[in-house]
């Protein structure tokens, strides 16, 4: 099961940290990748990261802002996000798949419910 946790209210320029919690999953051969979905709008992909390696993956809008990075010890994958922009507003998921993380929503087989992250102007 993936749980993820930190969402919130903030304004432009802000930060916030995500955490996906991983329980019953063996942490050592899977990836965990995040993803949204803004009001209106189809889901997409955020960030994503392979366990074993720690080799990350990140999409073009959130690259330089967003940082992924995973704590093998507590089973926990982390999205630490830097200057927030309205845009950045969506429920965001954690999702796992077995093996090397990829940046395609369908190849991921484990999903968490979402947190609500909301940037006002």
């Known amino acids: 099961q993936l749980q993820a946790f930190g969402g919130g209210l903030v304004q432009t320029g802000d930060s916030l940290r995500l955490s996906c919690v991983h329980s019953?999953?063996?942490?050592?051969?899977?990836?965990t990748g995040w993803f949204r979905q803004a009001p209106g709008k189809e889901r997409e992909f955020v960030a994503a990261i392979t366990w074993r390696s720690g080799i990350p993956w990140y999409a073009d809008s959130v690259k330089g802002r967003f940082t992924i990075s995973r704590d093998n010890e507590k089973n926990t994958v982390f999205l630490q996000m830097d200057s927030l922009k309205p845009e950045d507003t969506a429920v965001y998921f954690c999702?796992?798949?077995?093996?090397?993380?990829?940046?395609?929503?369908?190849?991921?087989?484990?999903w968490g419910p979402g947190t609500k992250v909301t940037v006002s102007s």
């Open positions: 019953g999953l063996s942490s050592d051969n899977y990836g």
């Open positions: 999702a796992a798949k077995r093996g090397w993380a990829t940046i395609v929503e369908e190849e991921f087989s484990y």
